[in-house]
């Protein structure tokens, strides 16, 4: 990737958040390519899978800039910048052209990279991810992440559960960062091929997942955390670009 550019996997919207913080939210997803994590479940293997980094597009900031003002109408909205991990590119001049149009940024990352731009959005999630991923969370940088967009953007964390040892993760999680607004989101067992963005999905299985984990929180009486769905997934399965 040259200097100044951005590599790009696809840029859709707009469409609403599915997840986390913003769910609902009208948005324009910048998705990047490229990613240090390789998760277990992960349902956007063709932005991480250096396999597919043939139809990653190495874009200038102008460039991205254009489509997305093109599928906004030019109306000021969210933009999402989501992955792969988007924290390993260089995203800073991307939020400032945007921020003097009247845009709002939002990026989600695994928090094992920490950016100073970190401070320029305006809403950051960081999703360390459990067990159940096959990766291992490194603490003392989601420490860093956090501590780079202090004074920033809104900050929140959001943790995929899928079985009891990610749920004790999530606890950890909160309990190490009270002061931050935790999401928790049943994983969907079921994601797409990435050759093909219409595959099953395991809807009443996702489902009986949500139940558990909303049972499972009230049981607990952990009144702290937010559980919710992938709206996303609720209304377009596994397809693409919505």
């Not at 924290?87 to 709002?104: N, S, V, W």
């Not at 994983?187 to 997942?209: F, K, Q």
Request: proline share 8%; aromatic share 8%.
């Amino acid at each position: 990737m040259s200097g100044g550019t951005i590599r790009v996997s696809e840029i859709f919207g707009p469409t609403i958040q599915g997840e986390g913080a913003l769910i609902g939210l009208p948005t324009v997803f910048v998705r990047t390519g490229g990613c240090d994590y390789r998760c277990s479940w992960c349902d956007s293997l063709h932005a991480v899978d250096s396999a597919f980094r043939n139809q990653w597009i190495p874009m200038s900031v102008e460039t991205i800039w254009q489509e997305v003002m093109k599928l906004s109408g030019g109306k000021p909205l969210t933009v999402s910048l989501s992955g792969g991990n988007p924290a390993i590119q260089p995203l800073r001049p991307l939020i400032e052209l945007g921020h003097t149009q009247g845009y709002r940024f939002a990026l989600e990352t695994q928090g094992s990279v920490a950016q100073g731009w970190f401070r320029d959005l305006d809403t950051l999630v960081i999703s360390p991810k459990p067990p159940s991923s096959g990766m291992l969370t490194d603490w003392d940088q989601v420490d860093n992440c956090l501590q780079l967009a202090a004074g920033g953007p809104e900050v929140a964390l959001k943790v995929v559960v899928f079985d009891e040892p990610d749920y004790a993760f999530a606890q950890q999680a909160g309990q190490r960062y009270p002061q931050i607004p935790l999401f928790l989101q049943p994983g969907n067992h079921t994601p797409p091929p990435p050759e093909d963005d219409d595959a099953r999905i395991d809807l009443d299985g996702v489902m009986d997942r949500m139940h558990w984990l909303v049972e499972r929180v009230t049981a607990d009486q952990w009144f702290e955390v937010r559980v919710l769905p992938q709206l996303h997934v609720l209304l377009w399965g596994n397809k693409r670009g919505v």
